[in-house]
């Protein structure tokens, strides 16, 4: 990060806040560092002194929309009750998550695809985030007996990979864009929280 996002945080944000609004409109390719400069009614100069090139200020937004989600399933699944409740919580509001925040429009869509299949570092420090997460509620489960696991990291990875499908941009555009009420994803929840409930590791 720049010295001057560093010491203006504020201004940075404005920054990314103008970008993404010109992404989602237009799409990352089509909009420019000089069209960004523009309605912030500053030059590209100082749009540069936060941020180096078109691409960082691309994952700079990347990391903040990430970061959202990330917000959203901790809260979700801190609200009480069981591990397994917890869970199922935490599984369900990530791929909603993926649905808003991710295919609201096509051209985020396009932005976040891209960077998984550049697999940016911002996508792999979420992804471990979220597999912390997770790993969390899933000690917890341990603790309170209701996961009998004998490897809860390794239990903790296996439900993370079980859920790829709900929650990378792609798949969910591809398979679960239009569906209602979740069904799937729930059903998925509970057949992986009814796995560790027996000790499946």
């Given at each position: 990060?720049?010295?001057?996002?560093?010491?203006?945080?504020?201004?940075?944000?404005?920054i990314?806040?103008?970008?993404e609004k010109?992404?989602?409109?237009?799409?990352?390719?089509?909009v420019?560092?000089?069209d960004?400069?523009?309605?912030l009614?500053m030059s590209?100069?100082?749009?540069y002194r936060?941020?180096?090139s078109?691409?960082?200020?691309?994952?700079?937004l990347a990391?903040r929309?990430?970061r959202?989600v990330e917000?959203?399933?901790?809260k979700?699944c801190?609200?009480g009750?069981t591990?397994?409740?917890?869970?199922e919580a935490?599984?369900?509001?990530y791929?909603?998550?993926?649905?808003?925040r991710y295919?609201?429009?096509?051209?985020?869509?396009?932005?976040?695809?891209a960077?998984m299949r550049e697999?940016w570092?911002?996508i792999?420090?979420?992804?471990?985030?979220?597999r912390?997460?997770i790993?969390?509620?899933m000690?917890?489960?341990?603790?309170?007996?209701?996961?009998p696991?004998?490897d809860?990291a390794?239990?903790?990875?296996?439900?993370?990979?079980?859920i790829v499908?709900?929650?990378?941009?792609?798949c969910?555009?591809?398979?679960f864009?239009?569906e209602?009420?979740?069904?799937?994803?729930?059903?998925?929840g509970r057949?992986l929280?009814?796995?560790?409930?027996?000790?499946?590791?």
């Amino acid at each position: 990060m720049r010295a001057a996002a560093i010491s203006q945080p504020e201004s940075r944000e404005r920054i990314l806040d103008a970008a993404e609004k010109m992404f989602r409109k237009h799409g990352y390719l089509k909009v420019t560092v000089k069209d960004i400069a523009v309605v912030l009614d500053m030059s590209p100069a100082n749009v540069y002194r936060f941020f180096d090139s078109k691409a960082s200020l691309r994952e700079a937004l990347a990391d903040r929309l990430t970061r959202q989600v990330e917000a959203h399933c901790e809260k979700a699944c801190a609200e009480g009750g069981t591990a397994s409740a917890r869970l199922e919580a935490l599984i369900t509001e990530y791929h909603r998550m993926t649905l808003d925040r991710y295919l609201s429009a096509e051209n985020v869509h396009e932005m976040l695809d891209a960077a998984m299949r550049e697999n940016w570092r911002v996508i792999d420090g979420h992804t471990e985030r979220m597999r912390l997460l997770i790993g969390r509620v899933m000690e917890d489960g341990v603790k309170s007996g209701e996961f009998p696991l004998r490897d809860s990291a390794a239990a903790a990875e296996m439900v993370f990979f079980s859920i790829v499908a709900f929650i990378d941009p792609a798949c969910v555009a591809r398979l679960f864009k239009n569906e209602e009420n979740f069904k799937h994803v729930r059903d998925m929840g509970r057949f992986l929280t009814a796995a560790l409930r027996a000790g499946s590791i």
